[in-house]
């Protein structure tokens, strides 16, 4: 990281590693625990590969020297540190990151900044040759989170106790700057934060101006900036501040190297005193004013330009170096890939115009858990990110094949970039959209539909449009901007080569989804022989026929195959490596087909999974069930015997997400868990409301016990309990819209 910027060296590439150790009461939440980072060394090969040049990386208080310094650990640090200086990615190290410290200090303990000076003087003297470092990771935020909205620890929730906790966090960031810079005088301060924004109707100018002063607190106090003229000096001192504490930043100034701006969805606010057009999540009493607070993208009908004009709020107000240190959406894969390329864009915008950006840094390289509830509990929830961590080994995603891409400076061109990210698009309201002249709007629409009118773009090609399975895709392709065409069989017969060859050269595709294929039906007309036949063509022939093709033209292939490829005997659920074992005509032919693919096609993708059901089709066993028994009809189910499930929405979705990342190979995919087809009954009954007397449990004498899958690559799809949840509000929702006597019976038209 040089002093000067050259504006024609080239943007840099950073990664970051989700390092947070909140303090929720007496209980620690670590990240690292989680992604399993703190057990694996050869992540910083993995890092290493993506091609950045540097690594915001933790040497964290509380895992390095919980007790006391004189009893550090330095092992951890010392195996991972000089490896990532041998591989040339220099570590801009953490020491807390939205932590309290160990247990035996806090945000607002008196003693909390000299502790941490005092570590991270021995983090200087042990690695002498570290030259960037970020004390303190976010302290408004962090202060924000523990002393206001009283989410950490020491769950404060008010204006007293923020204020305390911020002023510890900056004079640690100053102290703890003064001790590395004894052991290294030209170590380099890079002080992250959220680069917010806040907007609102005219009736909340008040509080806006407030919030949009308050966003540079940590900033303006490092840089000296904070005196009697300062827009909060009132602020702080009726909170708790001491004129003397205040101007002691004054007089001990510790500008930042390099100001660090993390964004995220999340980051640009809509304050509307209107609440009554808001979700009761969204309404908020702040200073006794009651109002809504709802993040731009959801409310605002246009949306604003996003990070590029903050960017340039940031150096205009600082006129010191900027880089991005966080870029992260939750979303799914396409919609990641094209929040980065617009933040980085930005970035390059903001340099052409003048700013002295250094860098973009892509987080978190492992993903990240539970942040869609702030942390405060072990839910389970996963945001991949350039590496995916749910399986035996960090799997690498789209996002970490465009980091390479935009390291050696060359065009990301992934197909699903064609389309524009959810956050321009129509759907995107949690309330009645509010339309304002006040701020910019973004051109990112009208953009998008010029670029669209000057090229060709390139759709999934969906085989099956009669299927359940193929009317998701559908759906969900267009809800997540996906173009895609769907065929029927008089459009496409995936058993023609001739008629697969014509839709390829008409769509030119960059994917193909075989939606098609079912297991042997004998109608009145139809011998045994003639349906097997028939079987065979839909499952196995046409499956082959449409992998030589996507062979032939370099396009991704993804397969469906079934439970059924297994005989159900194996006493626990089946792995993707165990042998296949059909016990059926149809499981035959899915064997047969992943075989004959695989030979033809290595890098297809076949999915094994079982059990469908969703919303909008009234076909399955659990929709069925549901409407007997809502007719006051005795249903009869097995009770015993548990089956794999899967959540078609989940399924489509990850399925989806493994095709833009390039996957190949077989892999299972169902929901977590399993249930009898009772129980699964029972308990979507009871979340809406049916009646369920006439449930009986009846295990059919005679019939095999189903296979279940397992899986040995990662289970990527939610829990059970959580999907049926999803889908009976869903089917709830759908009631709801229904007219008064109208029955819902016909499958989802797309």
């Known amino acids: 990281m040089t002093e000067q910027n050259n504006m024609a060296d080239p943007l840099q590439l950073w990664g970051g590693l989700e390092c947070t150790i909140n303090r929720v009461t007496d209980t620690y939440f670590s990240q690292m625990e989680r992604n399993g980072h703190r057990e694996r060394l050869e992540d910083i090969d993995r890092f290493a590969s993506l091609g950045i040049s540097a690594i915001r990386y933790p040497v964290l208080w509380e895992c390095t020297a919980p007790e006391s310094i004189e009893d550090a650990d330095w092992s951890w640090s010392d195996a991972r540190l000089p490896r990532l200086r041998e591989l040339g990615v220099e570590p801009i190290v953490g020491l807390i990151h939205h932590g309290s410290g160990p247990q035996h200090t806090s945000l607002v303990d008196p003693d909390f900044a000299d502790k941490l000076a005092a570590y991270a003087g021995a983090v200087a003297a042990r690695y002498p040759w570290l030259t960037c470092y970020t004390p303190v990771n976010e302290p408004l935020t962090t202060a924000r989170f523990s002393g206001l909205a009283g989410v950490w620890y020491p769950h404060g929730s008010d204006e007293a106790t923020f204020v305390r906790a911020l002023l510890n966090q900056c004079r640690a960031v100053v102290l703890s700057m003064q001790a ?223 980091m390479r891409s935009l390291a050696t400076g060359a065009p990301p061109r992934h197909p699903v970039l064609q389309g524009v990210g959810w956050w321009h698009r129509p759907g995107r309201f949690l309330c009645p959209p509010v339309a304002t002249s006040s701020i910019a709007a973004s051109l990112a629409e009208r953009q998008q539909a010029k670029d669209d009118a000057q090229r060709h773009v390139q759709p999934i090609l969906i085989a099956g449009a009669s299927g359940a399975l193929g009317a998701v895709f559908a759906q969900l392709c267009a809800a997540r901007n996906i173009p895609f065409r769907i065929t029927s069989r008089a459009e496409m017969d995936v058993t023609d080569p001739a008629a697969v060859e014509s839709a390829i050269r008409r769509y030119h595709p960059w994917a193909i989804v075989n939606a098609a294929g079912s297991p042997p039906r004998v109608g009145e007309d139809d011998a045994a022989d003639d349906a097997l036949a028939r079987c065979y063509r839909e499952n196995c022939l046409g499956a082959t026929v449409l992998a030589l093709a996507a062979l032939k033209h370099d396009i991704q292939y993804l397969m469906f195959s079934s439970a059924e490829v297994f005989d159900g005997q194996l006493e626990r659920a089946y792995r993707e490596s165990d042998p296949v074992s059909p016990r059926s005509a149809f499981g035959r032919h899915k064997a047969q087909a992943e075989q004959r693919v695989l030979l033809a096609h290595p890098g297809a993708l076949i999915v094994r999974s079982s059990g469908f059901f969703s919303p909008w089709d009234e076909g399955h066993l659990l929709a069925r069930s549901l409407r007997e028994l809502g007719e006051g009809r005795i249903v009869a189910l097995d009770g015993e015997r548990p089956l794999s499930l899967t959540y078609l929405p989940d399924l489509v979705n990850t399925c989806l997400d493994l095709a833009i990342d390039g996957e190949r190979g077989i892999w299972h995919l169902t929901n977590q868990g399993s249930l009898d087809a009772g129980s699964m009954v029972r308990m979507t009954a009871g979340l809406l409301d049916v009646d369920t007397a006439g449930l009986r449990d009846e295990t059919p004498p005679g019939n095999p016990a189903p296979a279940l899958l397992g899986t040995e690559r990662g289970a990527l799809l939610p829990t059970l309990d959580d999907a049926l949840q999803r889908y009976a509000r869903t089917v709830a929702v759908q009631r709801q819209a229904l007219p008064a006597g109208v029955e819902r019976r016909s499958r989802l038209r797309v």
């Open 180 to 402: 590395i810079r004894a052991v290294n005088p030209q170590a380099k301060l890079v002080q992250t934060d959220d680069l917010s924004r806040t907007y609102g109707t005219p009736e909340m100018g008040e509080i806006v101006e407030f919030f949009n002063e308050r966003r540079w607190l940590s900033w303006d106090l490092l840089c000296g900036m904070v005196d009697p003229s300062h827009a909060l000096w009132n602020y702080l001192l009726e909170s708790g501040a001491t004129a003397e504490e205040l101007l002691w930043f004054r007089d001990h100034p510790c500008p930042p190297d390099v100001i660090g701006v993390n964004y995220y969805i999340t980051s640009e606010r809509w304050l509307d005193h209107r609440v009554e057009r808001y979700p009761a999540s969204h309404v908020h009493t702040y200073r006794g004013i009651r109002h809504a607070d709802m993040e731009t993208a959801r409310v605002l009908a246009n949306p604003t330009p996003g990070i590029g004009p903050l960017l340039m709020e940031v150096w205009e107000r600082y006129r010191r170096p900027v880089a991005i240190t966080e870029a992260h959406i939750d979303a799914n894969r396409e919609d990641q890939l094209r929040w980065l390329l617009e933040v980085w864009k930005a970035a390059h915008a903001a340099r052409e115009a003048g700013a002295d950006m250094r860098a973009v840094t892509v987080w978190a390289l492992l993903g990240s858990y539970d942040w869609n509830c702030l942390v405060t509990a072990c839910k389970g929830y996963y945001e991949p990110g350039p590496f995916d961590v749910r399986g035996p080994a960090p799997r690498p995603t789209a996002v970490a094949t465009m």
